[in-house]
């Protein structure tokens, strides 16, 4: 396989089942040491069963890889912690960090209390930060490291009944392209994935077996088909960061918020509300746009447009840049 993972160590959280289990195996069968992480709770957060992040253990020793299991909870820095010292002190070093645990349940958003929302966000948001924390840490060390956020089309997109979800989900995205840019000096790379794959989520969700079992959609989005895109965002060979993918039925494509030119007012007026909207049309226009790597470019836009500079005389912006742009 020309993207190996021997000598490198990998967490993956929520791998005990779906696609947090395809993407450990995967991983494992490329040479790397696995951290199982999985509190073996129900998909709605609830109990915990050791056995779950065992079994996915079992199965790659099995197989001749590595791997070790980690029960910890990523809704706590202590969780998080614990979970980078698991890789830490098994194998010696961290190198990948797959972010993909979670839980979820649909709640209409008039029937959303604040209970169900921190919740939710506990486990993915704040989740991913208790544990990119300390990992970043022992990557910037090693002047190595490789982040893969598991984001939601449901997020960056919509979806009904979910603003707990797609918040949290939608969080992920910015937490990781501050990394990126951040990480960019210490050889870190990050990036988030939209996946689409048949699991207990879909399962559990839908709820009618006649239509699952029938559904030319439902075989199309074989879980398997979204292990490629994240095995390759966790390799050596990588050099894109600050990235969003969507993998869906086996296409695989970049997701990006763009900026676009909009309109822009007269120097020296002082426009309305009713300029806007009499520019409507110009402001939501998307035929022509930029890509941003991070707030300094609007600004820079912007100024250029204008005709001004964004800076004093004589002085630069000094704002770090990812790699692989």
Same mark, same amino acid.
């Given at each position: 396989?020309?993207?190996?993972?021997?000598?490198?160590?990998?967490v993956v959280?929520g /791998?005990?089942?779906?696609?947090g289990?395809?993407?450990?195996?995967?991983l494992?069968? =490329?040479?790397?040491?696995?951290v199982i992480?999985?509190?073996g709770?129900?998909?709605?957060?609830d109990?915990?069963?050791t /056995?779950?992040? +065992?079994s996915v253990?079992?199965?790659?020793q099995a197989?001749g890889g =590595?791997a070790v299991a980690?029960?910890?909870s990523? +809704?706590?820095?202590?969780?998080?912690q614990a979970?980078? #010292?698991?890789?830490?002190g098994?194998?010696?070093? %961290?190198?990948?960090?797959?972010?993909?645990?979670?839980?979820?349940?649909s709640?209409?958003?008039?029937q959303?209390?604040?209970?169900?929302?921190? =919740? $939710? %966000?506990?486990?993915?948001?704040?989740g991913?930060?208790?544990?990119? @924390?300390?990992?970043?840490?022992v990557?910037?060390a090693? *002047?190595?490291g @490789?982040?893969?956020f598991?984001s939601s089309?449901?997020?960056?997109?919509g979806q009904? $009944?979910?603003?707990?979800y797609?918040a949290? *989900?939608?969080g %992920?995205v910015?937490l990781s392209?501050?990394?990126?840019i951040e990480?960019?000096?210490?050889?870190i790379?990050s990036n988030t994935?939209l996946p689409?794959?048949?699991? =207990?989520m879909?399962?559990?969700t839908?709820? #009618?077996?006649?239509f699952l079992?029938?559904?030319?959609? $439902?075989r199309?989005?074989?879980?398997?088909l979204?292990v490629?895109?994240?095995?390759?965002l966790?390799? @050596?060979?990588?050099?894109?960061?600050?990235?969003n993918f969507?993998?869906? /039925?086996?296409?695989?494509?970049r997701a990006f918020m763009?900026?676009?030119?909009?309109?822009?007012a007269?120097t020296?007026?002082?426009?309305t509300?009713?300029d806007?909207?009499?520019h409507l049309t110009e402001?939501c226009?998307? #035929?022509r746009f930029?890509?941003p790597?991070?707030?300094?470019d609007?600004?820079l836009?912007?100024?250029?447009? @204008?005709?001004?500079?964004?800076m004093p005389?004589?002085?630069?912006?000094a704002?770090?840049q990812?790699?692989?742009r």
């Amino acid at each position: 396989m020309a993207i190996d993972f021997t000598g490198q160590v990998a967490v993956v959280t929520g /791998a005990g089942r779906g696609l947090g289990r395809l993407y450990a195996v995967d991983l494992a069968r =490329r040479g790397a040491a696995v951290v199982i992480n999985d509190l073996g709770g129900t998909m709605h957060g609830d109990g915990s069963d050791t /056995a779950v992040a +065992d079994s996915v253990v079992a199965e790659i020793q099995a197989d001749g890889g =590595r791997a070790v299991a980690s029960y910890d909870s990523v +809704d706590s820095a202590a969780g998080g912690q614990a979970i980078v #010292d698991t890789a830490v002190g098994t194998f010696g070093r %961290l190198d990948v960090v797959i972010s993909n645990a979670g839980i979820f349940n649909s709640i209409p958003f008039e029937q959303l209390d604040a209970g169900n929302w921190r =919740r $939710m %966000l506990a486990v993915h948001l704040d989740g991913g930060f208790y544990l990119s @924390r300390p990992a970043y840490a022992v990557m910037t060390a090693q *002047k190595y490291g @490789r982040f893969v956020f598991v984001s939601s089309s449901a997020g960056n997109f919509g979806q009904p $009944m979910e603003a707990h979800y797609a918040a949290a *989900k939608t969080g %992920l995205v910015g937490l990781s392209n501050v990394i990126a840019i951040e990480g960019a000096a210490h050889g870190i790379l990050s990036n988030t994935v939209l996946p689409t794959g048949f699991s =207990r989520m879909v399962t559990e969700t839908v709820g #009618d077996e006649k239509f699952l079992a029938e559904s030319g959609f $439902m075989r199309a989005i074989r879980p398997e088909l979204v292990v490629p895109l994240v095995t390759f965002l966790a390799g @050596r060979s990588c050099t894109v960061t600050h990235h969003n993918f969507s993998a869906c /039925a086996g296409r695989y494509a970049r997701a990006f918020m763009g900026l676009t030119d909009g309109w822009l007012a007269d120097t020296g007026t002082v426009p309305t509300a009713e300029d806007v909207e009499g520019h409507l049309t110009e402001v939501c226009a998307t #035929d022509r746009f930029i890509v941003p790597d991070s707030i300094v470019d609007e600004v820079l836009q912007v100024c250029d447009r @204008r005709g001004i500079s964004a800076m004093p005389d004589g002085a630069a912006v000094a704002f770090p840049q990812p790699a692989g742009r």
